[in-house]
């Protein structure tokens, strides 16, 4: 349902036998549903494959990379960031270092942005 590449890429990864976005016409959606009922796969749609096609060359994203983008997104600064994982100061800034490289940006409030647009994070 979400438009970001990385959801999309994990639930196709995690083997969902296709994926729809949330602005899905009805009739596409029951067609979609019939067709994985009756055992087929039904092509994946236009946009989905746009959405993955963005994902495509963009260097992954380490599970570590991921816990401190959250703790970016609660707020905390480095030194609690790196109390909360158990690793040094230094430590988080190579990482904080590596997430704005790898989402093209220049600070953490970007960083976050993106990474929610991404669905890299989720709201919640």
């Excluded at 905390?76 to 100061?89: D, F």
């Amino acid at each position: 349902m979400s438009r970001g590449d990385e959801d999309i890429f994990r639930a196709l990864e995690a083997g969902a036998v296709t994926y729809l976005l949330k602005d899905t016409a009805f009739e596409d959606l029951v067609h979609t549903v019939r067709e994985v009922h009756a055992g087929r796969r039904p092509e994946i749609s236009l946009d989905v494959k746009a959405h993955l096609a963005e994902r495509v060359g963009r260097p992954a994203f380490t599970a570590r990379e991921v816990a401190v983008l959250e703790l970016l997104r609660k707020g905390l600064r480095n030194r609690e960031i790196a109390a909360s994982l158990g690793i040094s100061e230094e430590n988080v800034q190579t990482h904080v270092k590596n997430v704005l490289a790898k989402l093209e940006v220049q600070d953490r409030t970007a960083a976050i942005d993106v990474a929610l647009r991404r669905g890299i994070l989720h709201f919640g």
